[in-house]
């Protein structure tokens, strides 16, 4: 995902039955389990180091399928991608992506500008029937739910559709689609857990904030949660719900409200980092810069830059893809399924923490897709056989 807020400057979840709950209608709860072992607090230590050790190298490439002449097969065809809100930056870097990979391919690639309203998308879904394309790609949050009338109708026209960035691994997509590329939103909100558990001690005090109107919100949060019972049996975690559509609203009061009901807390972690935007001002407002920090996914450069500028004294730790990366890999399962070839059910995208060690390799400032290596696009373009 990402947002779905136009003044956004970034972009990047089933319910369970488990320690901590959401609360949907926006209140805290807390969960913890109180007086753990000091043996079951080092175990869980370590066990958050080791996950944690395996996103800090330079990803490298790994095909997620069998090889396949892209020029050949994308002969005549034509992708339509309508993305959740043109103007979001996160969403706008995979649709610029993925159209010069189209364009380097050789086949059309149409990117359906709008600002995030259901109507336009409805707009787009019926120009897209009336063009005939091969792909109608749902990109970045738009939940499939509210466009079923309309995918039952590109369907009956020989057209498929698919979601792109909107669910995460292993969650459950609308059988109507013909394929998805998903995101690893439950593995990058473990990583969060992991690392408030490590550089608190495995005693941290944590605000975790979900979106309700995001497909994925509450599957990360589920993750979260569960692994802190995993690995920070003593930590307390409380739980907020700010709407995408309520961020620039609400966030800043909502948290300032927390920070003042939970004076100890130590960490705030909103599952997309555009969000940090009006965290910020709130952590600040409340004096706490330096006491309260951000730990949340994404790796959008404005809030690298403030890692960098602060020194971790706000974002301490910020979970990153290369959207380079992330736009060949949607266009890799449109063109497989456009094709008629067998979709990919992983298409691996790697993850890479980002601490002040290393956010420099980002670019001073920030930019996006740097600091990842290049072995994925070398890695996609030898794929499709170019």
Same mark, same amino acid.
């Given at each position: 995902?990402?947002?779905?807020?136009?003044?956004?400057?970034?972009?990047?979840?089933?319910?369970?039955?488990?320690?901590?709950?959401?609360?949907?209608?926006?209140?805290?709860?807390?969960?913890?389990?109180?007086?753990?072992?000091?043996?079951?607090?080092?175990?869980?230590?370590?066990?958050?180091?080791?996950?944690?050790?395996?996103?800090?190298?330079?990803?490298?490439?790994?095909?997620?399928?069998?090889?396949?002449?892209?020029?050949?097969?994308?002969?005549?065809?034509?992708?339509?991608?309508?993305?959740?809100?043109?103007?979001?930056?996160?969403?706008?870097?995979?649709?610029?992506?993925?159209?010069?990979?189209?364009?380097?391919?050789?086949?059309?690639?149409?990117?359906?500008?709008?600002?995030?309203?259901?109507?336009?998308?409805?707009?787009?879904?019926?120009?897209?029937?009336?063009?005939?394309?091969?792909?109608?790609?749902?990109?970045?949050?738009?939940?499939?739910?509210?466009?079923?009338?309309?995918?039952?109708?590109?369907?009956?026209?020989?057209?498929?559709?698919?979601?792109?960035?909107?669910?995460?691994?292993?969650?459950?997509?609308?059988?109507?689609? #013909?394929?998805? $590329?998903? %995101?690893?939103?439950?593995?990058? =909100?473990?990583? +969060?857990?992991?690392?408030?558990? &490590?550089?608190? !001690?495995?005693?941290?005090?944590?605000?975790?904030?979900? #979106?309700?109107? $995001?497909? %994925?919100?509450?599957?990360?949060? =589920?993750?979260? +949660?569960?692994?802190?019972?995993? &690995?920070?049996? !003593?930590?307390?975690?409380?739980?907020?719900?700010?709407?995408?559509?309520?961020?620039?609203?609400?966030?800043?009061?909502?948290?300032?409200? +927390?920070?003042?009901?939970?004076?100890?807390?130590?960490?705030?972690?909103?599952?997309?980092?555009?969000?940090?935007?009006?965290?910020?001002?709130?952590?600040?407002?409340?004096?706490?810069?330096?006491?309260?920090?951000?730990?949340?996914?994404?790796?959008?450069?404005?809030?690298?830059?403030?890692?960098?500028?602060?020194?971790?004294?706000?974002?301490?730790?910020?979970?990153?893809?290369?959207?380079?990366?992330?736009?060949?890999?949607?266009?890799?399962?449109?063109?497989?399924?456009?094709?008629?070839?067998?979709?990919?059910?992983?298409?691996?995208?790697?993850?890479?923490?980002?601490?002040?060690?290393?956010?420099?390799?980002?670019?001073?400032?920030?930019?996006?897709?740097?600091?990842?290596?290049?072995?994925?696009?070398?890695?996609?373009?030898?794929?499709?056989?170019?």
């Amino acid at each position: 995902m990402r947002s779905t807020h136009n003044n956004l400057k970034g972009r990047r979840v089933t319910a369970a039955t488990m320690a901590v709950a959401l609360v949907l209608g926006g209140g805290a709860v807390v969960a913890s389990s109180a007086g753990a072992s000091g043996s079951s607090v080092a175990k869980g230590i370590a066990l958050a180091k080791s996950h944690l050790a395996n996103y800090t190298a330079i990803p490298t490439f790994k095909a997620p399928g069998p090889s396949f002449n892209a020029k050949k097969d994308m002969k005549n065809k034509i992708i339509f991608s309508i993305p959740v809100n043109s103007s979001d930056q996160f969403v706008q870097t995979l649709e610029d992506g993925m159209a010069a990979a189209a364009k380097k391919i050789g086949f059309k690639f149409v990117d359906f500008q709008n600002s995030g309203s259901p109507a336009q998308w409805t707009t787009g879904m019926n120009e897209a029937i009336s063009e005939h394309v091969s792909v109608i790609d749902l990109l970045s949050g738009i939940d499939p739910k509210t466009l079923e009338p309309q995918i039952k109708l590109a369907k009956a026209a020989g057209i498929k559709v698919i979601s792109s960035d909107t669910y995460g691994l292993g969650q459950a997509a609308d059988p109507l689609l #013909s394929g998805t $590329v998903d %995101a690893p939103y439950g593995q990058t =909100a473990k990583l +969060q857990a992991d690392w408030m558990t &490590v550089h608190s !001690n495995g005693k941290g005090q944590i605000l975790l904030v979900g #979106s309700s109107d $995001v497909a %994925a919100s509450s599957f990360g949060l =589920a993750a979260e +949660q569960k692994e802190f019972k995993l &690995v920070c049996p !003593n930590c307390k975690v409380y739980t907020i719900n700010v709407p995408v559509a309520d961020w620039a609203t609400t966030t800043g009061t909502q948290v300032q409200a +927390q920070l003042q009901a939970h004076p100890n807390l130590t960490y705030i972690s909103p599952l997309y980092d555009s969000q940090s935007q009006f965290i910020i001002p709130a952590i600040t407002t409340a004096n706490k810069v330096g006491k309260v920090h951000i730990v949340s996914y994404d790796g959008t450069p404005f809030v690298l830059g403030d890692m960098q500028t602060e020194k971790g004294k706000i974002v301490q730790m910020d979970v990153g893809e290369d959207l380079e990366w992330v736009s060949l890999a949607i266009i890799d399962n449109e063109m497989r399924i456009a094709s008629g070839l067998t979709p990919v059910v992983n298409e691996g995208i790697p993850l890479l923490i980002f601490d002040t060690q290393n956010v420099n390799t980002a670019g001073t400032p920030p930019v996006n897709s740097k600091g990842y290596g290049s072995s994925g696009v070398s890695g996609y373009y030898k794929l499709w056989g170019l």
